[in-house]
């Protein structure tokens, strides 16, 4: 460091008192007035003998910033021994300290107080990391509180002791913790090192939540081919039996009254559960909720949309029947307030548009079933189930709306 | 980010209620020997649709769309599954009164009048259109992109905010 370069801030040490002097009351923060001291005082400063700079070095314990300004530098210094620049930078001062050093042993080295090199490290890392903390300060992960930035006003109190100001060059190497113990390592690997711990960290489970999702649509899909069958099935003997019991041209239908009684509500209920399995199961192939594919599959008479709309027709027509089954189901006990639920005379008239319901319900559903088993492969909701892109667009939805 | 083994609890609990829905749906006219059973069943199965619509609720909540505001859209998108699901908890926990107001005193007469039997069907067919809107919706929800950032999402933030 040249001598020139260090006046400027030897000066203010000198001239404690004058900004309290010239603005009584005034609550400019104290590192202003000090500099425009430091810049006032340009003229005087080499008439100041060292002598007379170390007095008022001495002097300056009983003000009260300088006091505070040590710890306030140690708490500094601790953050800074933090990243790996500090201890870059503090190799390469061992070097840059040369000029500093010969500067002591002209005189001020012997009566030094300890406390002064405390501070003036962290003021030095702060000048000569600089450069440095623009390049790698990113990659380092170093938080902005802990990078120094107001370079423009060094503190006046260590000015005697600054170091140079040469521009430093990064080193190659930086000093990273791991294992809780610092280790080099080289720059130029620094920013290889975080893809590997994040490779390393984010293990990259075997199954996604998306592929969950979609293996459990698959094995609901499967599950409903079955129901299909089984529902197809069971409504053919269903009617099948019915028809049996009721006789040629329904003329024994208090033989299937007294036969059918048990079986007619455990058989409603199966019906059901069945038909509702299957319904949403062709739901999700003809992909209902997207209510444009679904116009357009039934426009289009896809299988899928016609066996959905069978599906519904034999749920609606299935559930309207269940007050008659429960009356099959009752036959033969009292009603309420003693009244007989099976009047004489009125089986035909109750049972003939119950077994014609069930006819029809038969045919839709194995109607539905050979129109969902010629392509079992057919699902569009598999397809666009994750196409967020074109579903949150309501502008674009409308609009396809209005056009079609 | 969701967990895909947090992601397979919470399906497995939400399937787990919609079958004891379609079970009870399905046998509780069976299950009418005594009114208490039928009344247990049916508690327990409205329940089930109140804990199935706060669960897909806080699933909504847990998306990081729903974080950084885009409610709106989850709501776009699934407001077939909220509307379905409240109009099946309404229409269920009508049934349900009704049919256990009249089977209270004797569980095995017949009960059935047109107002109960368009009821039975409203309510039966809801529930479809529920587990259907339900099951979508649930397996809709483990879209990885709806719990990361993501350019689908700053694309729709974006033309929100125009």
């Known amino acids: ?404 | 980010m969701l967990q895909t083994s947090n992601y397979s609890l919470v399906l497995l609990v939400q399937f787990l209620l919609l079958v004891y829905d379609l079970f009870v749906n399905s046998f509780s006219e069976l299950l009418r020997s005594a009114p208490v059973v039928q009344l247990v069943l049916f508690i327990i199965q409205d329940i089930a649709i109140l804990f199935n619509v706060i669960i897909i609720l806080l699933m909504f909540f847990n998306t990081f769309v729903f974080q950084v505001g885009l409610v709106s859209l989850l709501l776009h998108r699934f407001k077939g599954t909220i509307i379905v699901s409240v109009l099946y908890l309404g229409l269920s926990i009508s049934f349900h009164v009704w049919v256990m107001n009249l089977r209270w005193l004797n569980s095995n007469s017949f009960v059935w009048t047109d107002g109960l039997q368009a009821l039975f069907v409203f309510q039966r067919l809801a529930a479809v259109l529920y587990y259907y809107f339900y099951k979508r919706t649930a397996e809709c929800l483990g879209d990885t992109r709806l719990y990361e950032d993501s350019a689908w999402l700053r694309s729709a933030f974006s033309r929100i905010r125009q």
């Open chain 1, 1 to 404: 460091m040249e001598p020139g370069a260090e006046q400027p801030r030897r000066l203010p040490r000198a001239l404690p008192p004058m900004p309290s002097q010239d603005h009584p009351g005034d609550e400019v923060p104290l590192s202003k007035p000090k500099k425009k001291k430091s810049k006032a005082s340009n003229g005087i400063e080499d008439m100041v003998s060292p002598v007379e700079r170390r007095h008022s070095e001495s002097r300056e314990p009983l003000t009260p910033e300088p006091q505070d300004a040590p710890q306030h530098r140690r708490r500094k210094k601790k953050k800074a021994q933090q990243t790996p620049d500090s201890e870059t930078s503090f190799m390469q001062r061992s070097t840059a300290d040369m000029p500093l050093q010969e500067d002591l042993q002209n005189g001020t080295s012997d009566k030094l107080p300890s406390e002064d090199d405390v501070p003036r490290k962290p003021k030095k890392k702060g000048k000569k990391t600089r450069p440095a903390d623009l390049q790698y300060a990113n990659e380092l992960g170093v938080e902005e509180d802990d990078i120094v930035t107001d370079v423009q006003q060094p503190n006046p109190p260590l000015a005697l002791f600054a170091a140079p100001l040469g521009s430093s060059q990064p080193v190659g190497k930086v000093f990273v913790e791991r294992n809780r113990r610092f280790q080099a390592a080289d720059r130029s690997e620094l920013s290889k090192v975080p893809e590997k711990v994040d490779d390393f960290m984010e293990v990259r489970p075997l199954w996604t939540t998306r592929d969950v999702a979609l293996n459990v649509h698959r094995g609901f899909r499967m599950m409903g081919l079955f129901c299909h069958g089984i529902l197809a099935g069971f409504a053919v003997w269903n009617i099948i039996v019915v028809y049996v019991l009721a006789g040629s041209q329904l003329g024994t239908l208090a033989n299937l009254l007294v036969q059918y009684k048990t079986l007619a509500y455990p058989a409603q209920c199966l019906l059901y559960l069945l038909l509702a399995i299957s319904t949403v199961s062709a739901f999700d192939r003809v992909n209902l909720a997207k209510a444009s594919v679904a116009l357009r599959g039934f426009m289009t008479l896809d299988p899928t949309a016609l066996a959905s709309f069978l599906y519904f027709a034999a749920l609606v027509l299935s559930l309207s029947q269940q007050m008659t089954s429960d009356r099959i189901n009752l036959y033969g006990t009292q009603g309420v307030n003693g009244s007989t639920l099976w009047l004489p005379g009125l089986e035909q008239q109750v049972l003939q548009p119950w077994i014609v319901v069930n006819l029809v319900v038969a045919l839709l559903v194995g109607l539905a079933w050979v129109f969902l088993s010629s392509r079992p492969e057919l699902d569009y909701t598999e397809g666009s189930m994750f196409a967020l892109d074109a579903e949150d667009n309501p502008s674009a939805e409308d609009k396809a709306e209005i056009q079609a």
